[in-house]
């Protein structure tokens, strides 16, 4: 049987581009492994290159290996949907609701998903006073792997100059700040995967799971399956899983959480949702992966089931 050409596109202008090149790398050698044929496309500023890229070689499957704006917020999908090129992943909508932060709110809070108390405040509001109390985290809007993110805490006097410094347009969300851990949980299609507890090195210096305990060797550990509750253990995978589908995502998709166990470490506890990535990582040692393989699905076959779920949505 012909296997299908693929090309894997990565890069981008993101601030998650090292990330994104090494999803794509992964990727590649993963399908090639499976006897694809594979092409790199390497995403930078000129989206006509990319566009002539992908006319003079026809794939029959791009592999979105992209993160971050432009890849993983609607604006390719609707390249690829206009050119009429199937594509991994989810679709224009899906992943432009899923990115933006205030709009993903509105879509759980809808479906009676349940997410941290917040609001959307301008930059010259947050300069001005605390939007809510301390403990609080602020957000870009459309940014992902932690990027920009700050926590407030009571008596903290940097509120002001984060304001005053914040490069991520003219607004952010903030949210209450939820105690406790930090969980995961991957879907691929209509299966919810297993839950992850991660935990960021203290020796990376807040014990924060921002984008250095993310990507720096050893920032963080992974505990899966995660040893919590078995009612919040399930309800976990529920959620993840029902926020995939009110989402409308495709293909793959991983949900984040707070788990706040800390009133009541023998009790279920609190579960809110963080967000969803349409996109998430895919080098083989990043959190989907991981979890698939703990599932019985192998890094390379991940990759090929990705691929087996692409399509147009023309």
Known sequence: MTRPSISVLMG???????????????????????????????????????????????PDVVFNALHGRFGEDGCIQGVLDWMGINYTHSGVRASAVAMDKA??????????????????????ELEAADPLPAPYVIKPLNEGSSVGVEIIHAGANTRASIARSWRFGTSALVEEFIPGRELTVGVMGERALTVTDITPRESG??????????????????????????????????????AHRVLGCRGASRTDFRYDDTRDPEGAGRLVILETNTQPGMTETSLLPEQAAACGVSYPHLCQWLVEQATCRT
């Open 12 to 58: 981008g202008m993101s601030a998650e581009r090292e990330v994104s090149l090494k999803s794509g790398a992964g990727v590649s050698e993963a399908l090639r492994s499976l006897g694809y044929g594979v092409r790199q496309i390497i995403a930078g500023e000129d989206l006509g290159a990319i566009v002539s890229d992908l006319q003079a070689h026809r």
């Open 103 to 124: 709009a993903a709110r509105t879509v759980f809070t809808a479906a009676g998903l349940p997410v941290a108390r917040g609001r959307v405040v301008t930059m010259a």
């Open 205 to 242: 210096g807040n014990g924060f799971y921002d984008y250095a305990a993310k990507y720096q060797q050893g920032g963080s550990s992974h505990v899966l399956p995660a040893r919590i509750h078995p009612d919040a253990f399930e309800r976990a995978r529920e959620l993840a899983l029902a």
